[in-house]
């Protein structure tokens, strides 16, 4: 009898270690991501903006959507509206161009690093396409075909008209 007793509370002491782990899993994992929980988003490109700003729709949840501006992190491309000059608003022009030849509007791209940009009311994240065996990113395109600068909020404002002047 007592033999028997034991084996069932054996049997109860490894049930309740057994739910005792699955219970703690979820909280295992939660702190795995608990330094960015937004890793990760899959959107549908809207429109581009310009040369380093797309409009996407983004599902949170099953049947909620949302839409935002998301300035790409990294780079910095002439602007279109409020360009100092003739030559930096047509090369904001043939950016955002370029941009959408890339990544028109209904496909989808992969937000990574998703923060929210204090100055503009957008977020800032990577950008990246799928393209046959891997993930392109948006910065690196636009850099390669010269259509963007690297860039980072600490360093000065890229002066895209000083730039034309020097072409000349």
Known sequence: MVK?????????????????????????????????????YTA????IIDGDTLEVRVELWPGLTASYSVRVRGIDAPERRGADCEEERAWGE?????????????????????????????????????????????????????????WYPDQDNILWCDLAQATI
Do not use: T
């Open 94 to 150: 043939e950016a955002r161009q370029r941009a959408e030849r890339l990544y028109d509007p209904e496909s989808l791209v992969r937000l990574q690093n998703v923060e929210y940009d204090v100055y503009s009311g957008r977020v800032v994240a990577d950008v990246l396409r799928w393209r046959s065996d891997r993930w392109l990113s948006f910065a690196d395109e636009m850099i390669e075909r010269g259509m963007a600068v690297e």
């Open 4 to 40: 028997n007793c034991f084996i069932i509370g054996g049997r109860h002491v490894r049930n309740l270690v057994i739910v005792l782990l699955m219970g703690w899993a979820p909280i295992a994992a939660a702190e795995d991501h608990a330094d960015n929980p937004y890793e990760r």
């Open 44 to 47: 549908e490109v809207i429109r």
